[in-house]
Structure formats: structure tokens, C-alpha cells
């Protein structure tokens, strides 16, 4: 049994070998993100908790971009909330970035529990319709980034081609594909899995069902005038390239979810 | 008798408690593995960029990586009386490779070092009932490892 090599000439020199290792491997090119000691030491440094509390739902904020690092264990969470809290005045301007890291243990302790739920509905739709509503199968178009709809075509360009995106860019991404395409969560889950770095079936997947409403109370859904608020320049919120997104959330609400509203 | 310490994608950091376990530290001679197997790599839905930055970071452990499929390789590392170490996970199909493994071999599971302490077990059906409960000890400082600089 061969020992597999660990010096490389370049980073080519390892994408390569990793790809003839691995064929069968969704994607052509890997991420800028590297997952070195050196790398992981540059966000440590920025770590700025309190900056995180204030902007992190900003696609420009102070984000840790740890979620890589985290996932496969090259930091802890207790690592992190350490430094986090040593990093603080008062305790309470860690809270926000170490509840978030609570969402990452949370879910690990779900699919600990309830490993089914991976791929399985939690709970019903609280759309109006039932999972046989909702396709089986990944639009192409949406697979391809092409749907029409810029900023969400510009969020499927991003993850493909980094394999990194914004939390709060997954959640719009996510409520897209299940509520405005009508998809079943678990085809879009799987897509996001084939391109993460980050990807871990735990955070990912349950998240999806939380988007759906298949583990929380009400589907999340967003609006246009939401993602201008967030997402400054970063991908393209003009109104006149994101129609489908431009209403209020009431006309959205009844538009997505007419049998919702019959049934109130 | 062989010490295998299995290293998964959930692990990859040198001071991972695993590295610390009695039984690893009493092994001079213990081998570190990480099975580069596609089978697990394609249940788990990664894609090539998630592969290549699990194997930039094996870069830097100090572990040997090998091709085939998990359960295999680490029955024939161990031998027939070894002893595996490997990290915990809620990860399923790893899960499954260890309830396989330890039908065939003393099998030791190291938990990293927890995140929150909690009394009792946590109601999971919404974060919030979680975080009410794990909020008071996640919010402490718990020690632990320190994060190795390396720069």
C-alpha cells in the first residue's frame, strides 16, 4: 500500500494529483482559499469579535471566513471562543460570534441524535404544500448559474468558483431554490455540498430544512430591498436584473405561498 | 501489537486531543493514517475543492495518507491485536466505519474538548432551547489547548 506524496513543486502540482486521486470530483479548479497553518494564522489575527457582532450580517462585514477551518478540525470551537473572549472588553461583545458557533455544535448534536434528518424531512412544509409539492431534481438552469434572476446567478458563480459563500448569501441562495423554484431542499443541499469547502452534511443540510421550514416554524424567504440593505456592491441587486425578487414581503408571501394564505 | 491513530477530515489539526490519548502517548511506535478513500468522499457529496483543501491541510500533520477504502486499510495497519485511536464525530457513514472496526479491533473514540458543559441532555428541536441552556458555559472560557501559532 503506497504512501501518497506530500511535497509538491506547486499548488497546480496538488490540484492535479488530487484530481487524478479523485476523478469522480464535482468541480475543475480549486478554491483560493488555502488551508494552510499560515492562512488559518491570518483570520485568527483578525479575529475581531465585537466588529463580527455589528456586521455580520453584511456580506461585506467583519466575518471570521474560520467556517473551512472549523469544519475539519484545524481549529476547535473551544480554540475559537477562547481567543474570541480574550479578544473583548466585556464579555457580552463575543456573544454573537460564539452563539454562531453555537449553531455549528448544535447541529452536530442533531444529526448525533437524528442522523435521518440529514436526508430526511424533520418536520412537514409550513408552506401550504407538502414535500411532493416541490421537484426532486436541481433546475439546470440554477445548476448552470443561469437563472435570469443577477443576484442570484452571481451567488452560484461565487460558490463554484471559490467555494465559499456568505452565510447570510447560502440562506438567500437556499430560500431561492426552495420557495421561488419550488425544489426540494435536499437537491439543493447536495448541490451546495458538491462545492463547499466547508461543506459538512450536519450545518449544511439542516440548515436547507430550517430555509424550508422542514425544521423551524415558517419558511425563510427575503426580499430584493433586503439585499440591497446587505450586499452593497458585491453582486448585482439592480431591480431591473431581479424581478422575481422585487416586492414586498406580503405579495411575496401570498405569491409563494398562495395555499398558505387559503388555508389562514 | 500497532497503534493505528486514523485521522478523518474532522481532525486535522496536530493538537487534536487524539494525539494526547494514553494510548497513543505509550505507543512510541504508533503510525498516523489518513485514508484517502472515494467511497466515503462520494457519500459525503465533496466536491474537488473541499479535497483539495483537506489534502493542503494533511500538508502540515504529521500523518501518512494512503488510498483505499477506510475499514480495509486500518484492519490491515492494525494487524490482528492493534489498537485504533481515532477522533469523534456525529459524522454517519464514519460513525458506521467505526461500529465496523471495533467488531474487529479495540476501538478508542477521543472526544475534542467540548465546546459548552451541559446538566442534562439538551432539547434539540430549536436552537434557541439549546443556546437558553449551553449559553452560561459556552460564554466561559474553558482552557484547553491553545491554538499553535505557528508564524
Given at each position: 500500500?503506497?504512501i501518497l506524496?506530500?511535497?509538491?513543486?506547486?499548488?497546480?502540482a496538488?490540484?492535479?494529483?488530487v484530481k487524478?486521486?479523485?476523478?469522480q470530483?464535482?468541480g475543475?479548479?480549486?478554491?483560493?482559499?488555502e488551508?494552510?497553518q499560515?492562512s488559518?494564522?491570518?483570520?485568527?489575527?483578525?479575529?475581531?469579535?465585537?466588529?463580527?457582532?455589528?456586521?455580520?450580517n453584511?456580506i461585506?462585514?467583519k466575518?471570521?471566513?474560520?467556517?473551512?477551518?472549523?469544519?475539519?478540525?484545524?481549529?476547535?470551537?473551544?480554540?475559537v471562543?477562547?481567543?474570541?473572549?480574550d479578544?473583548?472588553a466585556?464579555?457580552?461583545?463575543?456573544?454573537?460570534?460564539i452563539?454562531e458557533?453555537?449553531?455549528?455544535?448544535f447541529?452536530?448534536?442533531?444529526?448525533?441524535?437524528?442522523?435521518?434528518w440529514?436526508?430526511?424531512d424533520?418536520?412537514?412544509?409550513?408552506?401550504?404544500f407538502?414535500s411532493?409539492d416541490?421537484?426532486?431534481?436541481?433546475?439546470?438552469d440554477?445548476?448552470?448559474?443561469q437563472t435570469?434572476v443577477?443576484?442570484?446567478?452571481?451567488?452560484i458563480?461565487m460558490?463554484?468558483t471559490?467555494?465559499?459563500l456568505?452565510?447570510?448569501l447560502?440562506?438567500?441562495l437556499a430560500?431561492y431554490v426552495?420557495?421561488?423554484?419550488r425544489?426540494?431542499?435536499q437537491a439543493?443541499?447536495r448541490?451546495?455540498?458538491?462545492?463547499l469547502?466547508?461543506?459538512?452534511?450536519?450545518?449544511n443540510n439542516?440548515?436547507?430544512?430550517w430555509i424550508?421550514s422542514t425544521?423551524s416554524?415558517k419558511?425563510?424567504?427575503?426580499?430584493?430591498e433586503?439585499m440591497?440593505?446587505y450586499?452593497?456592491?458585491?453582486i448585482?441587486?439592480q431591480?431591473?436584473?431581479?424581478q422575481?425578487?422585487?416586492?414586498?414581503?406580503?405579495?411575496?408571501?401570498?405569491?409563494?405561498?398562495?395555499?398558505?394564505r387559503?388555508?389562514? | 501489537?500497532?497503534t493505528?491513530l486514523?485521522v478523518?477530515?474532522g481532525a486535522?489539526?496536530a493538537?487534536?486531543?487524539?494525539f494526547?490519548?494514553?494510548?497513543?502517548?505509550?505507543s512510541?511506535?504508533?503510525?498516523a493514517?489518513f485514508?484517502?478513500?472515494?467511497?466515503y468522499?462520494?457519500?459525503?457529496?465533496?466536491?474537488?475543492?473541499?479535497?483539495?483543501f483537506?489534502?493542503e491541510a494533511?500538508l502540515?500533520m504529521p500523518?501518512?495518507?494512503?488510498?483505499g477504502?477506510?475499514v480495509e486499510v486500518?484492519r490491515?495497519w492494525?494487524?490482528?491485536?492493534g489498537t485504533?485511536?481515532?477522533?469523534?464525530?456525529?459524522?454517519?457513514?464514519?460513525?458506521?466505519?467505526m461500529?465496523?472496526?471495533?467488531?474487529?479491533h479495540r476501538l478508542?473514540v477521543?472526544?475534542d474538548?467540548?465546546?459548552a458543559?451541559l446538566?442534562?441532555?439538551?432539547?434539540?428541536?430549536r436552537?434557541?432551547?439549546?443556546?437558553?441552556?449551553a449559553?452560561?458555559?459556552?460564554?466561559?472560557?474553558h482552557g484547553?489547548?491553545p491554538?499553535?501559532?505557528t508564524?
Amino acid at each position: 500500500m503506497d504512501i501518497l506524496p506530500k511535497s509538491f513543486a506547486d499548488r497546480q502540482a496538488l490540484v492535479d494529483h488530487v484530481k487524478a486521486l479523485s476523478p469522480q470530483a464535482k468541480g475543475d479548479a480549486a478554491s483560493p482559499i488555502e488551508a494552510t497553518q499560515a492562512s488559518l494564522a491570518k483570520r485568527l489575527d483578525a479575529l475581531d469579535p465585537a466588529a463580527y457582532g455589528r456586521s455580520r450580517n453584511f456580506i461585506n462585514g467583519k466575518v471570521t471566513g474560520l467556517s473551512p477551518f472549523i469544519r475539519h478540525g484545524m481549529v476547535s470551537l473551544n480554540q475559537v471562543r477562547n481567543l474570541a473572549l480574550d479578544r473583548v472588553a466585556r464579555k457580552s461583545d463575543a456573544e454573537k460570534l460564539i452563539q454562531e458557533l453555537a449553531w455549528r455544535e448544535f447541529w452536530q448534536l442533531v444529526r448525533r441524535d437524528h442522523p435521518d434528518w440529514i436526508w430526511r424531512d424533520a418536520e412537514p412544509y409550513k408552506t401550504g404544500f407538502s414535500s411532493r409539492d416541490y421537484a426532486d431534481a436541481l433546475p439546470q438552469d440554477i445548476a448552470a448559474g443561469q437563472t435570469g434572476v443577477a443576484a442570484i446567478d452571481d451567488m452560484i458563480a461565487m460558490l463554484t468558483t471559490t467555494g465559499y459563500l456568505h452565510n447570510h448569501l447560502r440562506m438567500y441562495l437556499a430560500s431561492y431554490v426552495v420557495h421561488w423554484r419550488r425544489v426540494k431542499w435536499q437537491a439543493g443541499a447536495r448541490f451546495m455540498l458538491n462545492h463547499l469547502i466547508d461543506a459538512d452534511a450536519a450545518s449544511n443540510n439542516l440548515s436547507w430544512q430550517w430555509i424550508a421550514s422542514t425544521y423551524s416554524q415558517k419558511p425563510y424567504i427575503f426580499n430584493l430591498e433586503n439585499m440591497q440593505k446587505y450586499c452593497g456592491d458585491a453582486i448585482n441587486t439592480q431591480a431591473q436584473d431581479n424581478q422575481a425578487l422585487d416586492a414586498s414581503y406580503e405579495v411575496l408571501t401570498a405569491r409563494l405561498f398562495p395555499q398558505q394564505r387559503e388555508m389562514a | 501489537m500497532a497503534t493505528i491513530l486514523w485521522v478523518h477530515d474532522g481532525a486535522l489539526r496536530a493538537d487534536h486531543p487524539m494525539f494526547d490519548a494514553e494510548t497513543v502517548k505509550s505507543s512510541p511506535a504508533y503510525k498516523a493514517v489518513f485514508i484517502w478513500d472515494n467511497d466515503y468522499f462520494n457519500k459525503a457529496e465533496m466536491g474537488l475543492k473541499q479535497l483539495v483543501f483537506i489534502y493542503e491541510a494533511l500538508l502540515d500533520m504529521p500523518v501518512d495518507i494512503v488510498q483505499g477504502s477506510t475499514v480495509e486499510v486500518l484492519r490491515q495497519w492494525a494487524g490482528t491485536d492493534g489498537t485504533i485511536v481515532t477522533a469523534a464525530t456525529s459524522d454517519i457513514t464514519l460513525t458506521q466505519m467505526m461500529a465496523a472496526l471495533n467488531t474487529s479491533h479495540r476501538l478508542q473514540v477521543v472526544a475534542d474538548e467540548p465546546f459548552a458543559h451541559l446538566d442534562k441532555t439538551p432539547d434539540l428541536r430549536r436552537f434557541f432551547r439549546y443556546w437558553n441552556k449551553a449559553k452560561s458555559s459556552a460564554m466561559q472560557h474553558h482552557g484547553g489547548m491553545p491554538i499553535l501559532w505557528t508564524e
